[in-house]
């Protein structure tokens, strides 16, 4: 008997019609799969600037009075003067966020912070007291090398346990995971990351260092600063009355904000650079996080003087000084949006919040 064997199998229009399913059932489920990683980071996000906000109750706790929007002391001696501003700005920069240390989490880097010696023979611990003689954290830590062109060697300027610094330790509580911040600068080879920023008497000053290996590319980043309010205290009658927790050399008492912790923003997010998200000009070390005003509200496109996010959806989001969390859409600068932002940042102003404006 004779057999015929025939072989089975695609022809080559049924392998494109397969091929063209697949791409479009993958077309379909890649933006389903990245709304579920955004709505992840956003809710990781939200948990960090809970986490934050509570970490300063616990600071409030233990010293009766929250951390200040930034330790700029009067006394503050420098070597290097004259890359830091005179007095009485001229040191030593220490943010809320590192006052916030040993209450998320953090105490090992607290505690390498607290036991370095400058070259004057300060002590980390001064960095954290006010009024003390502590110069810029940033620049009073030998070996220096601030040549213009020379890789600086690693622990440059600030403070550093054998070549390794505390500060720039990677802290995930201070990061955004819808953020690459250490990516943020690689198209801008004169841009800087910031060591010190601080609102006061209406007007922000900020430093910042190199973008450089071994130096300011290795601090720790942050994607989160505390509230100044409109622009901190001021001869300003209208800053004065939006003024918020975290304005320089700040005291603020829980129990001072008239207008309830539910309703007073305690932090946000910011990616304290100009131009979108990725790249960016500049970015935030968490040393050196202090306050940031609100006067300029939420524009769409993030600046390095107002509160930012790289959220889908342009969402920024707030820890309230109760310890909860509150997303506000970009845009908010003008109109009843921005009032209401201006309002929501202010401690004591006694304004009835309308917060279906910011939604």
């Not at 900020?206 to 290996?213: C, E, F, G, K, S």
């Not at 990616?271 to 996080?289: E, K, V, Y």
């Not at 969402?315 to 921005?338: E, M, P, T």
Request: aromatic share 12%; hydrophobic share 35%; proline share 8%.
């Amino acid at each position: 008997m004779i057999r015929s064997l025939r072989k089975v199998g695609f022809t080559l229009i049924e392998l494109l019609v397969v091929i063209a399913i697949i791409a479009i059932l993958i077309g379909l489920l890649l933006p389903a799969v990245q709304k579920v990683r955004e709505a992840a980071a956003r809710m990781q996000c939200s948990n960090n600037l809970k986490q934050i906000s509570l970490a300063a109750h616990t600071f409030h706790d233990a010293y009766k009075r929250l951390p200040p929007g930034g330790n700029v002391s009067p006394n503050a001696i420098n070597t290097n003067q004259q890359y830091v501003y005179p007095p009485p700005f001229a040191g030593p920069y220490t943010g809320v966020l590192a006052f916030l240390l040993p209450y998320v989490e953090q105490g090992n880097v607290y505690n390498q912070i607290l036991a370095t010696v400058n070259d004057k023979g300060v002590s980390g611990q001064a960095l954290f007291q006010l009024n003390s003689t502590a110069g810029a954290w940033a620049y009073n830590y030998k070996p220096y090398d601030f040549q213009s062109g020379v890789t600086p060697v690693n622990g440059t300027g600030y403070p550093h346990i054998n070549g390794v610094s505390p500060m720039d330790a990677h802290i995930p509580i201070f990061e955004c995971p819808s953020d690459d911040p250490y990516q943020a600068l690689t198209a801008y080879p004169n841009g800087g990351v910031i060591d010190a920023y601080w609102t006061t008497s209406g007007n922000i000053w900020i430093d910042y260092v190199a973008d450089a290996p071994g130096f300011g590319h290795d601090l720790g980043a942050s994607n989160y600063i505390g509230n100044a309010g409109y622009l901190g205290t001021s001869p300003d009658p209208k800053s004065n009355q939006y003024v918020g927790p975290y304005d320089m050399n700040s005291k603020t008492k829980l129990q001072s904000i008239s207008d309830g912790t539910s309703n007073t923003i305690a932090f946000g997010e910011t990616l304290a650079g100009d131009g979108p998200p990725l790249p960016r000009n500049f970015r935030l070390s968490w040393m050196g996080a202090g306050g940031m005003p609100t006067a300029w509200g939420l524009p769409t496109t993030p600046h390095w003087y107002s509160f930012g996010s790289n959220h889908a959806g342009g969402l920024v989001q707030f820890g309230y000084c109760d310890g909860s969390v509150r997303g506000i859409r970009n845009g908010a600068s003008s109109g009843a949006a921005y009032n209401a932002f201006i309002s929501a940042s202010g401690m004591r102003d006694g304004t009835v919040i309308d917060f279906t404006q910011l939604e």
